[in-house]
Structures are given as structure tokens and as C-alpha cells.
């Protein structure tokens, strides 16, 4: 094998395609040798590509005459045993043969025909999140699972929807049939069920794509080969979203790796011998999630995580990041690495968004690494959530039930994460849905019949909370219209959300959908609902009655949300307003229950605030209050 061109100092890890050839470089500290082997040598060992120790832990070399495509392996020869590796930083796998026997290939990452629209992501406070798993999502007919493509071609109906920022739970390469993601094995590597292999099915998603540019006035994708393989198929969802202005997030785990580690995966990658994982070069014998906990006592794991999530940022022009329980990483000793990932992306790219996940929530994720904080912009929270699951789950006892509020309350006025865009808030996620868990909010709602008035009505109390609140709203794929089947990463299990009801098939399904769209719509008139201010100034855990106040510093534009949990309809029910005068109704969720509702209860459009002071407030007004109903009251329509 040929000496490097370049200063080793400077060729990245993994292969990368420069002028004449291929760079190889890997990290191998306590092998004996390393080869490279692919088609270039007919895929045996050879001594002509006999990888060269550079003395720093790691082995290189130069395969002149290969390209984008080139096809390899690495031979590593340990104290343990010999075999077959793939690389650890390998941009993509083979279809055939397939994982976990897949070849490594060779890519160029500059070869992306970028549609260059300067797209940014959204300020913090007019983020709304929607995690979304791939391989459930949106199953096109023929198909075994969801794709990337099949994600891209929805993105017309999640643009109309309102939300910006989708969430991606992890899509790295993983060892079963169907997963979570959370199992990954090939970091660098897209999941190869997640794109199209079928160069006839690839066919019609180019005419989809290409279709999606040009409702947007954007130049077409040249050929269907650009999308030969997973990174590109990945890369085209993320540019097609950003044409649409939707930014993307990925979840990325670096708390552990696996599950099922094959013999050709990254695990005891310099062949020591078998029997003690602390010996696996970049795990220890702690285990997390069926997997095992990163070692990340060494520079070079710290190394191998940093740049992936730069990778990602670089080479896929990733938005943002979720980082799967940021808590396992510290608690096994990685709070420095987070420190390195955090600081790194934000030199690398400052305008990335970083998001953690902790439990139980800490403060001292969001702080900086400076002040002995982790570096996060913001991270999940459960506050809110919890208040609201629990207040749905007791409001479905009966009329005659206690329904916590004050829970309620605490949640909104909570301040141990400021400004309060700091906090992710959700009413349903990938966690807590998941068969086996937690019912969705229809079926926590009225367990008997996820489509009576009760599940209804409260669904949109569940959703109008978290829409309202403070703090990045995050739905849930099929949140938005009333979906209530457990979630499930398994594409055969019967848990697939109902594409065909809010399509058509279920008014109530396509009620909500307006419902949650047009809420969305008043969030983005309305810049109180984003502001980083909030004041509960009435509870009523008996009548069931929460009200709170939502304006910006600066910025002011109040809004009066006002919510019940009641049965039954208030007339003449007075409550206290930040101000005298008109307030529009501009929201109420009643109108939406068999839209639209001839027997909606509500304030005609506006009301009357007097200066009669109450709760604590100068003014007060004297309102319909629908049952089960959120209404929103601001100065003006907005816009």
C-alpha cells in the first residue's frame, strides 16, 4: 500500500476520497495489523495493502486509482484473534450483501447536489418539535418500512400542519430487523432499511422528490443515481425539508452502542482477546439499554463521539441534535465528553441546536461549560407533562373526580430552567406511548372509547396545554390528529398510525387535525404564546377551571388562556384580564368537535374586560366557558 500524500496529522479517520486515490485511516491501538481489503485486491489479504502504524494509536494508507463507490473492509490481525472489521467511520454499507456482512463504500460527500436556499433554523421560542420514528411513519405501499423518502414526501402535509423542527429518532445503521434506533452499531452509517434499494421503486420517489422542488420553484435532481444509496437518501430528506422550511433534528446516542454487536462491528475492533468488555476498545463492562456504556476515560472515544455529531452537522447539514439520556453518560463518567460535543459543534456550527435529555431534569445541563455546566441549549422536560397526562387521566374518572390543577399551574410558572425555551415540553413521546407504557392521550382520555366527546374534548385540552404553555412543543407523530395506538417500531405489529382516517376515513381524526393546525396558526399570530413570560392567576381544582397569562418581555401582546376540565358549560363565569377593554376570542377548541360544532358554546368573537379587579389582575371579564375547552383571548388577531 502506498505512504500517505498528505501529513498524518491531517488525513481525517475513515475513507476519504482526495486527488488520485483514497485515504484509509483507522483506529486500531493494540492490533498487529491491519489490511485493507475490497474488490482492489479481489477481498483477500494482501500484503501490497498493508495498512502503516503512524505511532499514535492509529494505522493508514493510500489506495491509488479508487473513488466514490470503491468497495472495502479492514483485516485486522489482534492479540485474540483475525478477522474482518468494518470501519468505524464507514459513510455507508452495501445493500448487497447485506448487513451485518455489508462492505464499507466509499463516498464522496461533496457530491450532494445542495439546493443552496440559506435556510436557517427557527429562533428557540418559535420552535415546534414533531418526533417522527422513519421506519413507522409513512409506509409506502410495497414496502416492508418506512424510508427517508417516504418522510420527505409527507413534507407538504407537515409544512401545512405549521411545525418546523422535525425530530428524527435515531437512523444509524442497527443490528435487527426493526428497532427504535436506540441499538446502533455503524455511527456514520444511515440505516439501510430507512432507503430504497429497488432501482424501479427508486424510480417513482425521484418523480416524488423531484415534485416536491418544484411546487417550491427549485431546480430537479439531475438523475435517480444520486440517490443510489442511504447517505444521499438521508441528505435529500434534509434538503427537501429545508426547501420547505423545515429544519431537522437528529437523535443521537452516545450513551451506549448495540445491543447485538456482530464479530465485523466496531466492538473488540483491535481483536484482544474475548471475555472482559473493558477490553472492547470503545466500551467498559457497564451495560445500558441491552448495549454497553462508551469508555469515555479514553481521548479517543471522546474523539470518535465528538465528531460524529459534527459529522452529521457537516456532511447532512443537520439543524439540531437530541441526546439520548445525557443522565447515563454522567453517570458513567461522561459529563466532560458532553462538554467536548458541545463546545465543539458550537465552534464547528454555532447555530446548531442542541438539546439533552436528563432525568431527572438538571439545570446544569443548560448551563456552560464554563460555568461547570454540560453545555445543552435546552432539554426534555416532564413537568408539564406529567401535570397534564395526570389531570387528563383523573378528569376521565367522571364529573365527580378530583382533578389536580395546581399540578397544572406549577408546571407552567416553573422557572428552574430560564429563559423557559430551555425546556422540551411533550405531552406524548416515543417513551411514553410505546406499547407496553403508556396509553396515548385519546385513550388516557376515556379509556372506554377513544373516539367518544370525552376523549375528544379532553385530547384537545391535552394538546391546547402544551401549545400554549411555555417552553419548545413537541408533538408526536399522530398527536396532531387524535391518533390512539400505542406506538410500535414494528412496521408488521398492527400499531401503524392511521394515514386513512385523517385522510377521510375518520371525521374526528380530521377534526383534530384542524383543531392542532389552526392552534398552531394562533401561536404563530400571536407572539405572547411564544414569549418567555407566564402567570397563573386562577385554579379552581373544583370547578376544574385553570387561567394564565402569556406575553413576552419587551414585547408584551398579552394573551388569557383559559382552560376547563369541566363537563359542563360556564355561563357568566368571571375572570381576572392583565387589561380593560375588548379582547378577542381568537381561539376556541369547541368549535372543533364535529366541525363545525352547531352546538359550540362560547363569547361571540369577544368580550368585555371592566376594570373590576380580580386574581390579581386590574381588569376582569365575565366568560362562556365551553366544557372540556381551551379558549384564547388576545388585543388583536395577530400576525
Known amino acids: 500500500m502506498l505512504p500517505l500524500p498528505f501529513s498524518p496529522a491531517t488525513t ?26 475490497g474488490d482492489f485486491c479481489n477481498w483477500v489479504v494482501d500484503g501490497a495493502f498493508l495498512l502503516q502504524p503512524l505511532g499514535d494509536e492509529t494505522w493508514a494508507g493510500f489506495l491509488a486509482g479508487a473513488a466514490d463507490g470503491a468497495r472495502y473492509l479492514f483485516h485486522v490481525q489482534g492479540p485474540g484473534k483475525e478477522g474482518l472489521k468494518r470501519d468505524p467511520h464507514a459513510r455507508v454499507l452495501t445493500f448487497q450483501p447485506p448487513f451485518p456482512n455489508s462492505y464499507c463504500i466509499v463516498r464522496d460527500p461533496n457530491s450532494f447536489p445542495w439546493h443552496n436556499t440559506g435556510f436557517r433554523a427557527p429562533a428557540f421560542p418559535d420552535l415546534i418539535l414533531y418526533q417522527l420514528h422513519v421506519g413507522t411513519f409513512r409506509i409506502a405501499p ?27 429518532m435515531p437512523v444509524v445503521e442497527f443490528p435487527t430487523e426493526f428497532s427504535l434506533g436506540y441499538n446502533g452499531v455503524d455511527y456514520f452509517s444511515p440505516e439501510n432499511d430507512y432507503a430504497v434499494d429497488d432501482p424501479a421503486k427508486l424510480e417513482t420517489y425521484f418523480g416524488t422528490v423531484n415534485g416536491l422542488l418544484t411546487a417550491k420553484g427549485q431546480a430537479l435532481y439531475p438523475s435517480k ?46 481483536q484482544m482477546p474475548r471475555g472482559n468488555n473493558n477490553d472492547s476498545l470503545y466500551f467498559t463492562d457497564q451495560g445500558w439499554a441491552g448495549g454497553l456504556v462508551f469508555a469515555y476515560w479514553n481521548n479517543n472515544v471522546k474523539q470518535f463521539l465528538t465528531y460524529n455529531a459534527q459529522f452529521y452537522s457537516e ?44 432525568w431527572p431534569v438538571n439545570p446544569w445541563v443548560v448551563k456552560t461549560p464554563g460555568e461547570g455546566g454540560a453545555g445543552f441549549d435546552a432539554t426534555w422536560e416532564d413537568g408539564l407533562r406529567e401535570a397534564v397526562r395526570g389531570a387528563i387521566a383523573r378528569a376521565s374518572g367522571g364529573s365527580n373526580a378530583y382533578v389536580d390543577l395546581e399540578s397544572v399551574r406549577g408546571a407552567i410558572e416553573s422557572e428552574s430552567l430560564l429563559p423557559r425555551w430551555r425546556a422540551v415540553q411533550c405531552v406524548e413521546n416515543h417513551d ?47 398527536q396532531e390528529f387524535l391518533e390512539d395506538k400505542p406506538f410500535s417500531d414494528n412496521p408488521v405489529s398492527g400499531n401503524l398510525i392511521w394515514w386513512q382516517g385523517v385522510e377521510g376515513a375518520d371525521k374526528a381524526m380530521a377534526d383534530h387535525l384542524r383543531f392542532t393546525t389552526e392552534l398552531i396558526q394562533v401561536r404563530w ?60 376570542e381568537v381561539f376556541n377548541s369547541d368549535v372543533y368537535d ?3 360544532n352547531p ?22 371579564a365575565s366568560l362562556f366557558i365551553p366544557a372540556n375547552s381551551v379558549l384564547v383571548f388576545a388585543r388583536n388577531q395577530g400576525g
Open 599 to 620: 352546538l359550540m358554546a362560547g363569547n361571540g368573537g369577544s368580550v368585555w374586560a371592566d376594570a373590576i379587579p380580580m386574581h390579581g389582575l386590574p381588569a376582569s
Open 432 to 478: 411514553i406511548v410505546k406499547v407496553g407504557e403508556g396509553p396515548r392521550i385519546p385513550r388516557l382520555a376515556d379509556p372506554s372509547n377513544p373516539r367518544s366527546w370525552y376523549a375528544r374534548s379532553r385530547s384537545r385540552v391535552a394538546t391546547g396545554l402544551l401549545l400554549t404553555a411555555p417552553g419548545i412543543p413537541m408533538l408526536f407523530m399522530g
Open 12 to 37: 481525517p479517520l475513515g475513507a476519504t476520497e482526495v486527488p488520485g486515490g483514497v485515504t484509509l485511516r483507522v483506529w486500531a491501538p493494540r492490533a498487529q495489523a491491519v489490511y485493507a481489503v
Open 142 to 168: 410495497g414496502n416492508s418500512e418506512g424510508k427517508f423518502l417516504d418522510v420527505a414526501e409527507r413534507l407538504p402535509y407537515l409544512s401545512s400542519l405549521g411545525v418546523n423542527a422535525l425530530q428524527l
Open 525 to 584: 399570530r400571536q407572539p405572547g404564546l411564544r414569549g418567555d413570560k407566564a402567570h397563573v392567576q386562577y385554579v379552581n381544582n373544583m370547578d376544574r377551571v385553570l387561567a394564565f397569562q402569556r406575553w413576552g418581555e419587551g414585547v408584551g401582546r398579552d394573551v388569557v388562556v383559559v382552560v376547563s376540565l369541566r363537563e359542563q358549560t360556564f355561563w357568566g363565569y368571571r375572570i381576572g384580564f392583565p387589561g380593560s377593554g375588548r379582547w378577542l
Open 315 to 358: 456532511e447532512y447539514r443537520i439543524d439540531g441534535f437530541r441526546f439520548d439520556e445525557v443522565s447515563v453518560m454522567d453517570r458513567y463518567g461522561g459529563w466532560e465528553t458532553c462538554q467536548e460535543i458541545t463546545n465543539n459543534l458550537r465552534n464547528s456550527k454555532p447555530e446548531a441546536i442542541q438539546i439533552a435529555e436528563y
Open 594 to 596: 364535529n366541525w363545525v
Open 225 to 270: 443515481d444520486i440517490f443510489r444509496y442511504s447517505d444521499n437518501q438521508l441528505r435529500a430528506l434534509v434538503d427537501l425539508a429545508h426547501v420547505w422550511g423545515i429544519a431537522v433534528f437528529l437523535d443521537v446516542v452516545y450513551n451506549h452502542a448495540g445491543g447485538a454487536f456482530d464479530d465485523q462491528s466496531l466492538y473488540f475492533f483491535d
